[in-house]
Antibody
Framework: QVQLVESGGGVVQPGRSLRLSCAAS????????MHWVRQAPGKGLEWLAIISYDGGHDYYADSVKGRFTVSRDNSKNTLNLLMNSLRLEDTAVYYCARDRGHWLINNDYWGQGTLVTVSS | EIVLTQSPATLSLSPGERATLSCRASQSVATYLAWYQQKPGQAPRLLIYDVSNRASGIPARFSGSGSGTDFTLTISSLEPEDFAVYYC??????????FGQGTRLEIK
């Protein structure tokens, strides 16, 4: 069955960096675009980034553009999110999510999420 | 950027009742509208995509309708496990990908 497992969350100081990973299994990872979505405590869903099935194209929300970088390693079935210059408002649960296909945008499978807390 | 506004913010109903949740777009999103369910402490789950297509494993009591700017998620007869937060999402003119602010469906 499809599984997405995030890791790498934790407590980090403002201005520092953190790298999240998402291990995918149960499907042909290289056939699907992938997303990162976050949810601040008690808030709604915020889409962050998408990467194409081959890693050749990526797009970002304005709130993270220039600070966050999404990447993937199809040989290892892994999705990554490098977060630089972290801010207090980046505190959230971060989910990786599978695209329903390639650029179909809807997310048919989600990981359980990993909590990132930005605090001094 | 097309904004999605969900109403009501909170809906209080009893098991067995019919639930009607609304999502309004600031401009047309054609039929590119999806619905997600999120229970406390869990990841969201895709219910409906492209207005009315149920995702894999979603019960038939969930249905979607609408086009253009006005969309509805209907749960025909509420089960105890349906009480959750529901989000709409559109996939027109991305990035960014936009979610509505959510409707909380609570037990009356």
């Amino acid at each position: 069955q499809v599984q997405l497992v995030e890791s790498g969350g934790g407590v980090v100081q403002p201005g520092r960096s953190l790298r999240l990973s998402c291990a995918a299994s149960g499907f042909t990872f290289s056939n699907f675009s992938m997303h990162w979505v976050r949810q601040a405590p008690g808030k709604g869903l915020e889409w962050l980034a998408i990467i194409s099935y081959d890693g050749g194209h990526d797009y970002y929300a304005d709130s993270v553009k220039g600070r966050f970088t999404v990447s993937r390693d199809n040989s290892k079935n892994t999705l990554n999110l490098l977060m630089n210059s972290l801010r207090l408002e980046d505190t959230a649960v971060y989910y990786c999510a599978r695209d329903r296909g390639h650029w179909l945008i809807n997310n048919d499978y989600w990981g359980q999420g990993t909590l990132v807390t930005v605090s001094s | 950027e097309i904004v999605l506004t969900q109403s009501p913010a909170t809906l209080s109903l009893s098991p067995g009742e019919r639930a009607t949740l609304s999502c309004r777009a600031s401009q047309s999103v054609a039929t590119y509208l999806a619905w997600y369910q999120q229970k406390p402490g869990q990841a969201p789950r895709l219910l409906i995509y492209d207005v009315s297509n149920r995702a894999s494993g979603i019960p038939a009591r969930f249905s979607g309708s609408g086009s253009g700017t006005d969309f509805t998620l209907t749960i025909s007869s509420l089960e105890p496990e349906d009480f959750a937060v529901y989000y709409c999402q559109h996939r027109l003119n991305w990035p960014p990908v936009i979610f509505g602010q959510g409707t909380r469906l609570e037990i009356k």
